[in-house]
């Protein structure tokens, strides 16, 4: 019966499910099978309206109104309250700047040193060398289909095993749907030794970027030529410092990269050089406190006028779930709510070079948004939304996951 009302009505799918006033009285299945339904008549029409509180622009400013979806863009937003299929606050989808899923399959370590963490011989280099190649790519699609449904639209992951490793990230990602549900950008790096001069030719094909670990663990003039060959290609370069200790903050900085991942050790004279150079942060807030290595002065960063993204860095340490991380930080830092949102939204985008597109919830730009419902027992009764957002919503208060126009997640 509902796909007939879907088709009388024109196969909007917004139209095809009752008021949403009366939603919470729904079986929910009910409900996601109704809309599911609607969406493949939908889909031919490519359009979708989503009302609420919408999170506008640049500057996070929350506004009663509507979003209008059309052709996979946001095509108008306005302020009138309307009825819609899918209602609540409108936020822009999730950009996660750093991670490392190649170790989704080496989860939960005791807490130990960083070194028997990480470093060669260690707890994740052994586990990854006995675990057979599809029980990897697996695992890593696992996580894929784990980002999807918690909002994320983009992540930029440092991928290490060279070719091999990306191959493996590009196969997890084909498994899980490829570019439809959510894109990744991959930054490569050479596999220790192995890779010759065509080798780092064909690395660089096939990757968005280098994303290398520290300067302490390559000769300088080795990273300088990989770091001018990514300049030249267009292509980003990387790199984590002042994770362990200070010492490889100066080398990083001097290699002039696009971004520097962790930054604990980092002082305001450094943060003044990157933001001479343009050099942009990205923080692990919640991976630093797993290795118990101490907090990014975070503040101090922002007050340097520093682009500012997030990660959830490795799979192992935490889940790539940008909720918790955006509550860790607010809480952690006790930051203005906007600011945290961006961090997670239109910082990682510009750091990642998709600013133009993605980030913000602005006509003419992608619609991937995250609606968060306002009707769960947890997000009742919030006053401001987004400070709701960041500092108490989860994944079971999604309404939709929206990439492209397209519902990717209920
Ligand atoms: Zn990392």
């Not at 052994?126 to 784990?146: G, K």
């Not at 490889?248 to 290699?255: P, Q, T």
């Not at 990014?296 to 959830?312: F, N």
């Not at 991380?325 to 949102?341: A, P």
Request: one cysteine or more; aromatic letters at 6%.
């Amino acid at each position: 019966m509902w796909f007939w009302i879907c088709a009388w009505r024109g196969g909007n799918a917004l139209n095809c499910v009752p008021k949403l006033r009366h939603r919470s009285e729904l079986n929910l299945n009910l409900y996601t099978n109704v809309l599911s339904t609607c969406w493949m008549s939908d889909m031919q029409q490519n359009e979708l309206t989503l009302s609420g509180t919408v999170v506008w622009g640049d500057d996070f400013e929350p506004k009663e109104g509507y979003v209008v979806i059309e052709n996979g863009k946001i095509k108008e937003i306005g302020e009138e309250k309307i009825e819609a299929a899918i209602e609540g606050i409108i936020i822009p989808s999730f950009i996660n700047a750093h991670t490392h899923i190649g170790d989704s399959v080496a989860k939960e370590p005791d807490f130990m040193p960083v070194e028997k963490l990480v470093g060669p011989g260690g707890f994740k280099h052994r586990i990854l060398a006995e675990t057979p190649y599809e029980v990897l790519v697996s695992s890593m699609r696992a996580t894929i289909e784990d980002m999807i449904a918690t909002g994320t639209q983009l992540f930029a992951d440092f991928r290490e095993g060279g070719l091999l490793g990306v191959r493996a990230l590009k196969e997890a990602l084909r498994l899980s749907g490829g570019n439809e549900r959510l894109r990744v950008k991959i930054l490569g790096r050479p596999a220790a030794g192995t890779e010759d001069e065509s080798g780092i030719d064909e690395l660089f094909e096939s990757v968005d970027g280098i994303g290398m670990s520290s300067v302490a663990d390559y000769p300088q003039e080795e990273l300088k030529l990989l770091a001018v060959e990514a300049k030249r290609k267009g292509k980003m370069f990387a790199l984590h410092a002042g994770e362990r200790n200070a010492e490889d903050v100066k080398g990083a900085i001097e290699l002039e990269p696009d971004f520097i991942v962790h930054l604990i050790e980092a002082s305001r004279q450094d943060f003044k050089k990157m933001h001479d150079k343009k050099i942009a942060a990205v923080v692990c807030i919640r991976s630093n406190l797993v290795t118990g290595l101490g907090l990014p002065p975070l503040p101090r960063m922002l007050e340097s006028g520093l682009t500012v993204g997030a990660g959830t860095d490795n799979v192992m340490l935490n889940s790539p779930n940008p909720f918790s991380e955006m509550e860790f930080i607010s809480k952690l830092f006790q930051l203005d709510e906007r600011e945290v949102l961006a961090m997670c939204t239109l910082n990682s985008a510009t750091i990642l070079r998709e600013e133009q597109s993605i980030g913000t919830i602005e006509e003419g730009k992608k619609a991937n948004v995250v609606v968060i419902r306002t009707d769960t027992p947890n997000m009742r009764n919030v006053r401001n939304p987004i400070k709701g957002v960041v500092r108490r919503a989860t994944r079971n208060d999604i309404a939709a996951v929206i990439y492209e126009g397209k519902v990717v997640k209920f």
